[in-house]
């Protein structure tokens, strides 16, 4: 272990990015690995950082250290990765395991420690080098379905020493997989009002025709002037029938290769442009995430690469030509597409309607304010990606910005002048988006500033005040006020807020704050008595929950431990 923090603390070389270890990190469970989700896999805002990996529908599965090292970070949230674990090794790699159910004894009880010395669930640590030391095939966590979470499994990434995330495919990490990616949809987009698909100048849905060897073509297709396309496509793995996320896309007109899209490697900062590189628009109303295969301004994304005419095709009138579009897994299992498109102008023109006159236009580089009667909207320069026309109107407290279906790049404010309402009812208001047919309000993080209420948010739609009189409920689970718990390791309780939320719980025991574990998912709050805090024979109980507009609820009981 000496050896081992010597070499933690030189220098670190990391190999090319073309070149990584292959037998440094072994597999973090001793099951066959099955994903529920695959490395770039495209998630709701973001790519998908890591590996799910399935533990059979169960949790308490050994975590074990892919490699030697030194656990760097340590969070605990609610949301989120839950409760995660940072390993840091020699090479400069750090591995992560995330939604775990606990952490091994050490680990545990550093943790633990340093929750109640902060007398809260949620803390972030950072150790040092030399406090928590870990050898390969150590166990370092058990897995769970904590945090944000949607059933039980293991998130597992590995990071470069620019916490850049990287497929750990690339390191060893073996997932069967003998089946070629799927395609599903297909789509033409004219780049702009002189270009045209089948004659109309609008993103249009093409047929696709699966062929018997696998690859897919397509009906003939005419057009004229720069065309785009975008495609619905999936991997499958051989034990599992998850859709997952492919490796790498490539197009190429008449032979020459125009776009390439490489899903290895990506860094955190880019990640929500995810909302440029798909049709966000179709994502919001129809549920599918279009692939575009080609650029459009104000797209970072370092996984595009090898780009020619920002991918778009330039078709003439009266020419014939072939674009073909091959999709891999990381095994290279492959697909291909054919699109031939038949070069014609057309006699009748549909084009792009204008910027409309009741419509307001956000520019990109400019800050663009639009007045309610006792609201605005603040939104900065450069929160969209392109100039964009958006729509708005406001009756009394509600204001309707648009659709939901414009990516922004920065959150935007909005604002409430409150003046007009009594003292007692301003503590009790917040700032919500209104959702559903029945315009159901959904809390948004609100602050106050005098007679002014703050919120901020990327999401257009419609918003309004809302009002929150109801406390939170609290009730307990597996006990009764006065009664014995000796045979009980756990005391659980469950709390509630219907409408803002719950904000903040604090439990004590004859005074003395207790760890109680808050599960959103399951409305739990769940003390361990194997903590060794509480040690009395009678105990006094209380929990105080208070939602997000500072509604408090007060549960007491006794009960008695031998």
């Known amino acids: 272990m000496k050896y081992l923090l010597l070499l933690i603390l030189l220098p670190q070389l990391i190999v090319s990015q073309s070149e990584y270890p292959q037998d440094y990190f072994q597999s973090p469970l001793d099951i066959t690995l099955v994903l529920g989700g ?22 308490g599965l050994r975590i074990y250290a892919s490699a030697a090292g030194y656990v760097s970070r340590i969070k605990v949230s609610h949301f989120g990765y839950g409760k995660a674990l940072y390993i840091t090794h020699p090479n400069g790699y750090t591995t992560v395991y995330a939604h775990l159910q606990k952490f091994s004894p050490k680990i545990e009880a550093y943790i633990k420690k340093c929750q109640y010395e902060k007398e809260s669930f949620e803390v972030e640590m950072f150790p040092s080098t030399e406090e928590l030391l870990v050898e390969k095939g150590e166990v370092v966590a058990f897995s769970g379905n904590t945090g944000g979470s949607g059933g039980p499994h293991l998130h597992y990434e590995i990071r470069d020493n620019a916490e850049r995330p990287i497929n750990p495919m690339l390191f060893g990490i073996d997932i069967k997989d003998t089946s070629p990616p799927y395609i599903t949809k297909l789509y033409a987009y004219p780049k702009n009002d002189s270009s045209y698909v089948n004659g109309k100048n609008a993103s249009t849905e093409l047929r696709l025709i699966p062929k018997y060897d696998g690859t897919y073509d397509v009906e003939t297709i005419t057009a004229y002037g720069d065309i785009g396309f975008g495609v619905v496509a999936n991997d499958k793995q051989d034990l599992a029938p998850n859709r997952n996320g492919l490796d790498n896309i490539q197009t190429f007109y008449n032979g020459t290769k125009k776009f390439e899209v490489d899903f290895k490697r990506f860094s955190f900062d880019e990640t929500q442009h995810l909302n440029r590189y798909i049709d966000f628009e179709r994502y919001k109303t129809e549920k599918i995430r279009v692939q575009k295969l080609f650029l459009e301004p104000n ?37 291909e597409l054919n699109i031939n498109i038949e070069g014609r102008k057309p006699q009748t023109l549909y084009t792009l309607k204008d ?9 990109e580089g400019y800050t663009t304010v639009l007045e309610g009667l006792n609201a605005n909207v603040v939104i900065y320069p450069n929160s969209v990606y392109e100039d964009t026309a958006i729509s708005f109107d406001y009756n009394g407290d509600t204001l309707k910005v648009h659709k939901d279906v414009i990516p922004f790049k920065k959150s935007f404010r909005v ?48 918003f309004s005040l809302a009002s929150d009189y109801d406390a939170p409920t609290i009730r307990p689970v597996n006990f009764q006020d006065k009664k014995w718990l000796s045979k009980f390791r756990y005391l659980k309780v469950k709390i509630d807020d219907e409408l803002s939320g719950i904000s903040k719980y604090r439990a004590t025991v004859n005074g003395k704050w207790i760890l109680m574990e808050y599960d959103y998912k399951t409305d739990l709050l769940v003390h361990d008595f194997n903590d060794g805090v509480v040690t009395d024979t009678e105990n006094h109980l209380k929990i105080i929950v208070t939602d997000n507009v500072g509604n408090s609820s007060t549960f007491e009981a006794t009960f008695f431990r031998k």
């Open 38 to 59: 695959s490395f770039a896999e495209l998630r709701s805002n973001h790519f998908h950082s890591g590996l799910d990996i399935k533990t059979q529908q169960r949790e």
């Open 299 to 335: 797209n970072p994304l370092s996984l595009i690469k090898d780009v020619a005419d920002n991918g778009y095709v330039r078709v003439e009138d009266s020419t014939s030509s072939l674009f073909k579009v091959q999709i891999k897994d990381f095994k290279n299992n492959l697909t």
């Open 355 to 363: 910027f409309s006159t009741n419509q307001t236009i956000i520019r």
């Open 415 to 462: 604002n409430y002048d409150i003046s007009k309402y009594k003292g007692a009812d301003k503590d009790k208001l917040f700032i919500a988006n209104l959702y559903g047919y029945y315009k159901r309000p959904g809390y948004i993080n609100t602050t106050r500033k005098g007679d002014t209420l703050t919120a901020f948010t990327k999401r257009l739609g419609w």
